[in-house]
C-alpha cells in the first residue's frame, strides 16, 4: 500500500519538505532505493548511499541538507530509529494468512474462538482452548488442551503450544516456537557426582554409573501481554508453578528459558540466549547475543548481559556484565587489555632472566 509523504511524516509527528505528494510504497537503504521507495538515509554515513540509488525521498536527520541530495522530498525526525517502527508497521503487508478457518485445520468442538479468528491448513486447536478475538493462527500449528490466548495474536507457522499454558493479549510468536515443553529436570535414586562437586566442588568424582530419572513438569507456562517470541525458541512449563514471562518482553531467535524461570518485564534477550532452570530476572533486563545464565541465580532490575557472558554469580540491580566468567564491565576491560599485554610482559621478563644470569656469569 502506497502513502504519501505528508502521511507519513503527520502519522511520525515529524516534519516533512519539498513535494509531500509523493507517494512511496516502500522502504530501502539508499544506495538502493528505487524512485517509489522511501530511503533511510538516518545519519549522514547512510546518507552518501543516495547517490548511488534512485531515490525521490528520504528521511533525514534534523537539520539535514536535504536539496543537496537531489531529493526532492524529507521527512526529518528527532530520532529516526524509533520512527522506522512507526514506518515499518504502516507498510508491513502482514503475513499472507487467509482469513476464516482452513477446512483441513482441526478444532476441537469444545474450544472456543473469538470474533474474527482465523485458522491455517493442518493446525490443531486441542480440546477446552479458548483463543482471543482477531487472533491469526498460521498453518501447522499445535494449540494443547485448555490453552488460554488473548485478543489480537499472531502465530507463524509451525508453533507448538503446550498444554494449560496462558498467554495474554498481543502475543507474537514466530515459526517453530515451543512453550510449555517438559522442563529438562532429572534426578539419580543416589547422591549424583554433579550434586558432590557442587556441594564440595571437588576436581574429580567417580565414574560409577549413575542413571536419571525424569521430573514431570505440571507448572505449565504464563506469558503477559504484548510479548514476541522468535523462531525456533523454547520455553519448558515449570514442575509445580509457572515459568513466567513478564508483559512487553522481546525474546529472539533460538533462546532458550529453562523450567520454573521468571522473567520480568520490557526485557530483551536477543538470539542464543539461555536461561536455566529457576533463575529470575527482574525488570528491564537485557541479554546480548549468545548471553547464558546459570541455574537459581538473580539478575537484577535493569541489568544489562553483554554478548556472550556467561553469569554465574547474581547480578545487581543495574550492573553491566560481560565475560567468561561475567564480571562488571570496567573489571572484565581491565583483565582483557592485562591479557593483551601477557606477551609482550613475558618477553620482557625473558629479557631481564638474560640480563641477571648473564650478569652472574661476568661476576
Given at each position: 500500500m502506497a502513502h504519501?509523504?505528508?502521511?507519513?511524516?503527520?502519522?511520525l509527528g515529524c516534519v516533512a519538505v519539498g513535494?509531500?505528494?509523493l507517494m512511496v510504497d516502500g522502504l530501502a537503504e539508499p544506495a538502493t532505493a528505487g524512485p517509489t521507495t522511501l530511503a533511510l538515509a538516518m545519519k549522514p554515513a547512510f546518507a552518501e548511499g543516495l547517490a548511488h540509488g534512485q531515490a525521490r525521498a528520504a528521511i533525514l536527520w534534523e537539520g539535514a541538507d536535504w536539496q543537496s541530495y537531489g531529493l526532492?522530498?524529507?521527512v526529518f525526525s528527532p530520532r529516526p530509529r524509533l520512527a522506522l517502527s512507526t514506518l515499518t508497521s504502516m507498510l508491513d503487508p502482514g503475513p499472507g494468512f487467509t482469513p476464516g478457518i482452513h477446512p483441513s485445520a482441526v478444532v476441537d468442538p469444545t474450544a472456543i474462538l473469538g470474533e474474527g479468528v482465523s485458522v491455517g491448513p493442518f493446525t490443531l486447536?486441542?480440546?477446552?482452548?479458548?483463543i482471543g478475538a482477531g487472533s491469526s493462527i498460521g498453518p501447522q500449528c499445535h494449540i494443547g488442551p485448555d490453552v488460554e490466548i488473548g485478543e489480537g495474536a499472531l502465530m507463524h507457522s509451525g508453533v507448538k503450544i503446550g498444554r494449560g499454558v496462558r498467554i495474554g493479549a498481543r502475543f507474537r510468536v514466530h515459526?517453530?516456537?515451543v512453550i510449555g515443553s517438559d522442563g529438562f529436570s532429572f534426578v539419580t535414586a543416589e547422591v549424583s557426582n554433579v550434586e558432590r562437586m557442587r556441594s564440595s566442588l571437588v576436581a574429580e568424582v567417580d565414574d560409577s554409573e549413575q542413571s536419571w530419572i525424569r521430573i514431570h513438569s505440571l507448572g505449565s507456562v504464563e506469558i503477559g501481554d504484548d510479548v514476541e517470541v522468535g523462531a525456533m525458541t523454547a520455553i519448558d512449563s515449570g514442575t509445580a508453578r509457572a515459568t513466567r514471562i513478564g508483559s512487553r518482553t522481546k525474546i529472539d531467535n533460538l533462546c532458550h528459558i529453562a523450567h520454573n524461570c521468571i522473567i520480568g518485564t520490557n526485557c530483551l534477550l536477543a538470539a542464543f540466549a539461555g536461561v536455566a532452570g529457576s533463575t529470575r530476572i527482574g525488570n528491564n533486563v537485557v541479554f546480548g547475543g549468545r548471553a547464558g545464565v546459570a541455574d537459581n541465580l538473580k539478575v537484577g532490575d535493569g541489568a544489562i548481559i553483554s554478548a556472550a557472558a556467561v553469569v554465574l554469580q547474581n547480578v545487581p540491580a543495574g550492573r553491566v556484565v560481560m565475560g567468561h566468567p561475567a564480571l562488571k564491565l570496567d573489571q572484565n576491560i581491565a583483565i582483557y587489555k592485562a591479557l593483551r599485554r601477557l606477551p609482550r610482559m613475558a618477553q620482557h621478563v625473558a629479557?631481564?632472566?638474560?640480563?641477571?644470569?648473564?650478569r652472574s656469569e661476568n661476576d
Open positions: 504519501s509523504i505528508q502521511t507519513i511524516a503527520e502519522a513535494d509531500t505528494s526532492e522530498a524529507a486447536i486441542s480440546a477446552g482452548a479458548r515459526q517453530n516456537a629479557d631481564l632472566q638474560k640480563a641477571v644470569f648473564k
